[in-house]
C-alpha cells in the first residue's frame, strides 16, 4: 500500500482506540484508567488550596504540568486522527478537552510556580491562582463526562 494508505490505517485505528473503548483491550484500560486518573488531578489541584499546603508548590507546579501536558498529547492525537477536522471543533467534548490544556500557558505566564500563600503575590499571580484552583478543577471533570455512554453533550 502506498504510504498514504498506511497513514489512514494508522489515523482510523488510533482513532477507534480513542472513542470506542469497546474496540481493543488497550482501549478497554485507556478508557477505564482515564477518569480515575482525571479525578486525581482534581484532587491534587484541591489539596494545594490548604494552608499549610501538604505539597510543596514546586512538586504541585511539577505534577499539574505533567498532567496538563498528558491533556495535551491526548487532544491533539485526537486532533490529528480527527476523520473530520472541521467537526473536531463543534463537539462539546473536544471543546473541553481544548480547555483543560489552556492552564499551562498560565502556569507559563506566571512561571509555573505560584506563591505558596495565595493572599500575597501581584493582581496577575492572584488571578491565576483563582483560575487554577477554582477553574480548572471543574473543566477537569467536564472531561469526565466523555466516559458516560448514557450522558451527551
Known amino acids: 500500500p502506498k504510504p498514504r494508505d498506511r497513514q489512514g490505517k494508522w489515523a482510523s485505528g488510533i482513532w477507534r482506540f480513542l472513542e470506542d473503548p469497546e474496540s481493543s483491550c488497550a482501549a478497554h484500560y485507556y478508557a477505564s484508567m482515564s477518569s480515575p486518573f482525571i479525578m486525581l488531578s482534581v484532587f491534587l489541584t484541591c ?3 490548604f494552608e ?15 498532567v496538563e501536558v498528558l491533556f495535551i498529547i491526548e487532544v491533539a492525537m485526537r486532533f490529528f486522527v480527527c ?10 467534548y473536544n471543546v473541553i478537552d481544548m480547555m483543560s490544556t489552556l492552564p499551562l500557558l498560565m502556569r507559563g505566564a506566571v512561571g509555573f510556580v ?3 500563600d495565595q493572599g500575597k503575590g501581584s493582581l496577575l499571580h492572584q488571578g491565576v491562582s483563582y483560575v487554577l ?7 477537569r471533570l467536564l472531561k469526565v463526562l466523555r466516559h458516560f455512554e448514557t450522558f451527551q453533550l
Open 114 to 116: 505560584l506563591p505558596s
Open 52 to 66: 499549610p499546603s501538604p505539597i510543596d508548590p514546586l512538586i504541585g507546579a511539577i505534577l499539574e504540568s505533567a
Open 83 to 92: 476523520p473530520n477536522r472541521k467537526v473536531f471543533f463543534s463537539s462539546p
Open 47 to 49: 489539596i494545594q488550596t
Open 133 to 139: 484552583f477554582c477553574l480548572v478543577p471543574v473543566v
